[in-house]
């Protein structure tokens, strides 16, 4: 079953197209990698889906439901959460603050006991469940990313928007970081993720879609994808034998 549908999405700033007519489906359960070079519309994308920017034309559904033309809190209640490529939290709140907030005006509307529980639950999917009472502004870098993550569980998505979440992990730190990953799929999240890493691409998507200058140039395989000569020269460059 189609989950996301995004039909002819396009984004205009004055005379730059940043997203090109872009057309794909990801289905219930699904994790799907988003490709390409920098300044390809990745984040454009996940923006338009999310509700961070709004699309000049297309249409994009979730469940058969529009997304297009509804402001960032609507679809979040709608069951949309995302992550950033600059992480997002509020240094002067604990951790436990920190996803309450999300467990609130996310897709369930949770309050009080019930949305700290939640909260609870999501810190300990994250590896933070020990650091629930900590001040956010004194977490690492990586702590902070895995804090990120936590909020956008908090609010109880059916789709979850991945923007580069495992960029900056150490080795270490990256294979943990597949493993929670793939747990969250097995649990029924459906993700699309944009992502650079090859090797988390490969561990974790069986399929992925590609931009290059805004448009969609590949949607395949993986192992596919990664061989396609049009998507090794929109990484580096026309004149690269594949």
């Not at 999917?125 to 990586?142: E, K, P, S, W």
Request: net charge negative; hydrophobic share 45%.
């Amino acid at each position: 079953m189609t989950l996301l549908s995004i039909s002819s999405a396009t984004k205009k700033f004055g005379g730059l197209t940043a997203v090109d007519n872009v057309s794909f489906n990801v289905a219930k359960g699904e994790i799907i990698g988003m490709l390409g070079p920098n300044g390809s519309g990745k984040t454009t994308l996940i923006n338009l889906i999310s509700g961070d920017l709004p699309a000049t034309s297309g249409r994009i559904t979730l469940a058969g439901d529009p997304l297009t033309g509804k402001r960032a809190d609507q679809i979040a209640r709608t069951g949309v959460a995302r992550t950033f490529q600059l992480v997002r939290i509020l240094p002067s709140l604990s951790l436990t603050e920190n996803v309450m907030i999300p467990a609130v005006f996310g897709a369930k509307a949770h309050w009080g006991e019930t949305a700290r529980s939640v909260a609870r639950d999501a810190l300990l999917r994250v590896g933070l469940a020990d650091r629930a009472a900590a001040n956010a502004g004194q977490l690492t870098y990586i702590d902070q990313k895995r804090l990120e993550l936590a909020r956008a569980l908090a609010a109880e998505p059916t789709l979850l928007l991945l923007d580069e979440w495992l960029a900056g992990l150490n080795p270490t730190e990256l294979a943990e970081g597949i493993a929670l990953i793939r747990s969250l799929t097995d649990s029924g999240i459906t993700i699309l993720m944009v992502e650079h890493i090859m090797e988390a691409v490969r561990a974790l998507c069986p399929r992925v879609v590609v931009m290059n200058s805004g448009r969609l140039i590949a949607d395949e395989t993986t192992e596919t994808a990664l061989t396609d000569p049009h998507v090794i020269a929109a990484y580096l460059g026309e004149g690269h034998d594949a």
